[in-house]
Every structure is written in C-alpha cells, then in structure tokens.
C-alpha cells in the first residue's frame, strides 16, 4: 500500500518537533528513516500508525486520507525496540492476540499463529513464555505478532537496537526477506547506517524535524546532496575552504578543484572526499602530509594524516601486512583522484 505524506507537522505545545514534512513511500517498498536523536522519527511513525494526531498536513494510504482514521481502522502494525509482548504469556498466545480480538476462532487463529512462527523459525517454542526468550527471540515473536495480522503497512522502531551486533545482522536478513515475501510497504527507523542501508530500498536522512535527502543507498553514499549527508552516511573528510568570489575552481592539497556553478559566486565552499578515496605513498615529489597514528581495524587500516598546512584527513586503506611501512610520524606523500570529491554550498 503506498503512503503519502503531504506537508505533515507536529507541535508538541510551542514545539515542533516535525516541520513540514513531504513525501511517499511505494507499494511494497522498505523506506529506512535514519537522523540524529530527537530528530522527529518516532513521532513521525507515531502519525502515520495512528497513535498522535498530526497538528497539520496529510496521511494518505493508496490515495485514501487516514489522517483521522483511528488507529485499528489503519491496519498497519508497529514492532518497537522493548518488544511490548505480554511478558506472561506463551509464545503463541502473544502472537494470537490480535487475531482474538478479530475475532477469529480458535482453529484459524492456531493455523495462523503455526505459520508465521514457522517463517521466524520459532515453531518449537509455541509453548515457551516470553521471560524464558532471549532478546533475538523476542523480537522474533514481536515480528510474528504483527506480520499474523497481515498489515498493509508495517512500522519499525529500532527494533534491533536491543540486540549485538551479530544478532542484528541475522534478523535483519529475516525482516528483509520476510517484507519481500509478503510485500509490505514498510518504514523502518534506525540509528544504525549500516543496517540502513543493507535493509532498504531508499533511506530518507532527516536532521532537525527536516529531511534532508531521500534516495536509494548507493546514491546517498557516492552522490550526497550536502555537507550534512556526506557526513552522517560513511565516514568522509569535510573542509570549509574559502576561495575568491567567482572563481570557477578552489585549490585543495595543491590541485585545482572545479566547483559547480551555483559554488561560483559563494565565498565558501565545503569539500568531502571519503577516506577509501586516498591513498598513502611513500614520500617523493607528491602531496607531502605526515602519519601522526594509524588504527588496525581489521579489513581496513585508518590513518589519521596531517597535511603540512596542519589540515587533520583520514586515510582508510586495505589491511595488509605491507601497510606497517607507515609509521607513526612518517613523512610520506598522499594521492588521490579530483573525481573522487564532492563539493558543496552548503
Ligand atoms: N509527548 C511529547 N511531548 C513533548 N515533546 C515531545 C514528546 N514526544 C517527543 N517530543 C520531542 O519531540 C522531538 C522528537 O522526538 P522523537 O521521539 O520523535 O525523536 P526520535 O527521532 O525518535 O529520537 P530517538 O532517535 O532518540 O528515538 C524531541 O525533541 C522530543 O523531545
Ligand atoms: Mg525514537
């Protein structure tokens, strides 16, 4: 079911903690929302299950204004971070819950709660209370709870923030896979980029109650908008370089950077180019810049490089037992490709 948010605002009393909002979420697509604390995310689900009202704009389910339909005339589903299951009751009677209230009786509903726990690969523990579950399992229950009532829409709230990180790397396969596979339109809010942007088709980057680019993983990372999305999705270097009003290039690390057109006639323009996108060389007739320290972090090595204008750049290169020529202090010389940089107004 596709959603549309048309202009939607929120004011807890003299704040607004959603300004504005607009955009759409097609049918069967996982949108990952992904912003600083505070940044109106929860809130933002909030609205479009049901549970707040909006204080202005539009919710629209396939074309149908929801905005103040009641939350159990929406049919969409919310799995939350703290799980919110029974604590005691059974796996299934967790599960059948709403089924109950649908009235369903008591043969489809055990048909239904049997099936999708068999999807979560949670068959065996139908009889298992909720305390007796570690975290992983509960939230699989949670998961199972709202995929049983077949919602048209189905909301995440840092549903694996709970777990470690190789839990969530597990259920985050099955989320996916399961959504796919009955293709629900899903948004699913997440602190963590990574899982972002594994689990979805486009993210949208809110800041301050304001997004700040909606677009598919690869076109966040390689073409981010502005200084604040190459800056929140990977890791990037970013400077604010002052340059001469209508020149058409800035000079950065000795080479003549071009700007885009509308950069011309700015005072200051902010240039970012990621670590993996420069190299380290042994010292000769290049860019000379000196190793204060590097960090082993397993497939990569990060180098933390100071150039000799005391600019601090980070330098991410595949570990390699070759990489320990560079030493702490080192001279050395930095390569990189004009290509590679993105420069921004702002
Ligand atoms: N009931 C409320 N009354 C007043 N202010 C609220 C209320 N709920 C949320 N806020 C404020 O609205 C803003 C957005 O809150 P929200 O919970 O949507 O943020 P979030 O993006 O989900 O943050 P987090 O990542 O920490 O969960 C925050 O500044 C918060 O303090
Ligand atoms: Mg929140």
Not at 202 to 224: C, E, K, R
Not at 273 to 294: D, H, M, T
Not at 303 to 318: G, P, Q, S
């Amino acid at each position: 079911m596709k959603i549309e948010i048309q202009h939607v605002k929120k004011n807890y009393n003299d704040f607004e903690a959603v300004h504005d909002l607009s955009f759409s979420v097609e049918d069967g697509e996982l949108m990952a929302f992904l912003g600083p604390s505070g940044c109106g995310k929860t809130t933002l689900l909030r609205m479009i299950a049901g549970l707040i009202p909006v204080t202005s704009g539009k919710i629209l389910f396939d074309g149908r204004d929801v905005t103040t339909l009641p939350v159990q005339k929406r049919n969409t589903a919310m799995v939350f971070q703290n799980y919110a299951l029974f604590p005691n009751m059974t796996v299934s009677e967790n599960v059948a819950f709403g089924l109950k209230i649908r009235k369903l009786n008591k043969k489809e509903r055990e048909k239904k709660v049997k099936a999708i726990l068999e999807k979560v690969h949670l068959l065996e523990y139908y009889d298992r209370r909720i305390q007796e579950l570690s975290g992983g399992q509960r939230q699989r229950v949670a998961l199972a709870r709202a995929l049983v009532l077949e919602p048209d829409i189905l909301l995440f709230d840092e549903p694996l923030s709970n777990l470690d990180q190789k839990l969530r790397v597990s259920m985050r396969q099955i989320i996916r896979q399961l959504q796919k596979e009955y293709k629900i339109t899903c948004l699913y809010v997440t602190h963590d980029q990574e899982e972002a942007m594994s689990i979805s088709d486009s993210i949208a980057v809110m800041d301050l109650g304001v997004i700040q680019q909606i677009d598919t993983p690869q076109n966040l990372y390689f073409h981010p908008k502005n200084a604040f999305v190459s800056d929140f999705i990977g890791k990037t270097n970013l400077f604010y370089l002052s340059k001469q009003k209508g020149d058409g290039f800035i000079t950065f690390l000795e080479k003549q950077i071009s700007v885009p057109a509308e950069a011309i006639d700015r005072g200051q323009v902010i240039i970012s180019i990621r670590p993996e996108n420069i190299r380290i060389q042994k010292l000769a007739f290049g860019i000379e810049a000196r190793v204060r320290y590097r960090e082993v972090l397993g497939l990569i090595t990060r180098y933390h490089i100071e150039t000799t204008d005391n600019k601090e750049i980070l330098v991410d290169m595949i570990s390699n037992e070759e990489n320990e020529i560079y030493q702490d202090g080192e001279k050395i010389e930095l390569v990189f490709d004009e290509g590679a940089i993105n420069v921004f107004i702002d």
